[in-house]
């Protein structure tokens, strides 16, 4: 296994079964610690800090509305 030798908490191999039930277990983590790495990065967590200072809720409402629109709703 990939992971042997880890400490991990169980709680943390929960996330990992809740996240990714049918995943075998080296195959969630790879996920997890790819995900972690990522969210590392400068750039998207830029991205990611900028996009939630935006009003989402405003957002997800104006998305509603065009898409009602391009149905002809």
Do not use: C, H
């Not at 991990?8 to 610690?33: H, T």
């Not at 750039?43 to 009602?68: F, N, P, S, V």
């Amino acid at each position: 296994m990939g992971d042997e030798g880890r400490d991990r908490s169980p709680e943390l191999d929960q996330v990992r079964e809740l996240l990714f039930p049918n995943l075998p277990p080296d195959e969630g983590w790879a996920r997890i610690d790819a995900a972690i790495s990522r969210a590392a990065d400068p750039a998207r967590t830029e991205g990611i800090e900028r996009r939630a200072q935006d009003d989402l809720y405003a957002a997800l409402l104006a998305a509603l509305w065009r898409l009602k629109e391009e149905r002809g709703e």
